[in-house]
């Protein structure tokens, strides 16, 4: 990462981060370093925020984490993942659904949901086809979900690429390992 990126510590956030950052935070036992270096536009980190909380509150915790962990997969945004295993295993999702999640084969993992496959076919149509010509998975979403959902998901999608897309271009390192290299070590 540039060295000439500024990293800000919690207590020089702004106020409103602060407010928005410090239970998770406090969760987490540090601040990751997308907060430290994303810190220092407060108007727009705190609505980016916002909305990933907006998102939690219109999607179920298995849909959401479905979207995520999807999304950290295929734009290879290891930072995210880790964190996304940590916490789906926290949420009693455990092991094998993570990892049938993290296959990116929603037709043959027999772990998930027809909504979560759904759901995940949607995610990586999006993703594949930059949005185009993904009626037909978008139907298939509604179909399990709704469609108030499936436009949750939609926004989910655009929300974890926009943190891809900085975590890869500032080259953060993962803060957590991967639940699976703890089994391994």
Known sequence: MSEKMVRLEFDQLA?????????RVARLGYLGEFFKCTGVQPDI?????????ALKKALPDRLTETGA???????GNSYELHQHERLSRKLGFGEAWVAAVEELSPDTAP????????VQRLVMAMIDRRGKT????????IDQI???????V????????????IVNGLELAPPVPSIFAEQQA
């Open 154 to 165: 939609m926004f989910l999608v655009g929300r974890y690429i926009t943190h891809a897309l």
């Open 45 to 53: 980190l705190a609505p980016f925020m916002e909305m990933t909380e």
């Open 15 to 23: 106020p409103r981060l602060q407010d928005l950052l410090q239970a």
């Open 69 to 75: 962990l999807t999304v950290a997969m295929l734009m």
């Open 134 to 141: 993904v009626q037909a998975e978008i139907n298939a979403s």
């Open 146 to 152: 709704g469609a108030d959902a499936t436009i949750a």
């Open 111 to 118: 772990d998930l949901s027809d909504a979560e496959r759904a």
